[in-house]
T-cell receptor
Framework: ETGVTQTPRHLVMGMTNKKSLKCEQH?????MYWYKQSAKKPLELMFV???????ENNSVPSRFSPECPNSSHLFLHLHTLQPEDSALYLC???????????FGPGTRLLVL | AQSVAQPEDQVNVAEGNPLTVKCTYS??????LFWYVQYPNRGLQFLLK??????LVKGSYGFEAEFNKSQTSFHLKKPSALVSDSALYFC??????????FGAGTRLFVKA
């Protein structure tokens, strides 16, 4: 285990549903990340939070809404998603901008 | 533009033989380079990183990588492959701030 947990591990949702992904890190890190991993594509950075402040928003559609209530927890709120949003969503944390990132196991999302 | 290229989608090697997974990068300034591995249904796991110093970096599970500034490469190597090394390998470079650019990944298949 890397010290980063994600729930749920699998999620199936319709395009009109609202759901949330949760990430928690037990490493004392100050930065947390959301990535999207699609088949045969590089990992796409979505959002970065450092000390609860958003530092990166990589032109992500507004149907994805992040929330970082504290340095240990990160959420990704989902609403009115599209089938092309189906992917593995990975959360990661690091101690600083130049340090190694530690990844959670991911949430496999299927949008019908 | 900053980028990472992994020219091979898949690398096949026999168990006991040396393996190389290639990575080239383009980044302004001094590169911070990483290798991660992903096993099925898991998140990415850190293998090794280069920030400064010796061009040959040693990491987990017997892997090492050689930083070559003139060729802008950071190839991953292992002297003797194991079947259990079969996985998806990602090269990554820090691109300023908290942004990391990942390659598309190379699937390593080690045959017994």
């Amino acid at each position: 285990e890397t010290g980063v947990t994600q729930t749920p591990r699998h999620l199936v949702m319709g395009m009109t549903n609202k759901k949330s992904l949760k990430c928690e890190q037990h490493l004392g890190h100050n930065a947390m990340y959301w990535y999207k991993q699609s088949a045969k594509k590089p990992l796409e950075l979505m959002f970065v939070y450092n000390f609860k402040e958003q530092t990166e928003n990589n032109s992500v559609p507004s149907r994805f809404s992040p929330e970082c209530p504290n340095s240990s927890h990160l959420f990704l709120h989902l609403h009115t998603l599209q089938p092309e949003d189906s992917a593995l969503y990975l959360c990661a944390s690091s101690q600083g901008s130049e340090e190694t990132q530690y990844f959670g196991p991911g949430t496999r999302l299927l949008v019908l | 533009a900053q980028s990472v290229a992994q020219p091979e989608d898949q690398v096949n090697v026999a168990e006991g033989n040396p393996l190389t997974v290639k990575c080239t990068y383009s980044v302004s300034g001094n590169p911070y380079l990483f290798w991660y591995v992903q096993y099925p249904n898991r998140g990415l796991q850190f293998l090794l990183k280069y920030i400064t110093g010796d061009n040959l970096v040693k990491g987990s599970y017997g892997f090492e990588a050689e930083f070559n500034k003139s060729q802008t490469s950071f190839h991953l190597k292992k002297p003797s492959a194991l079947v259990s090394d079969s996985a998806l390998y990602f090269c990554a470079v820090r691109a300023g701030g908290f942004k990391t650019i990942f390659g598309a990944g190379t699937r390593l298949f080690v045959k017994a």
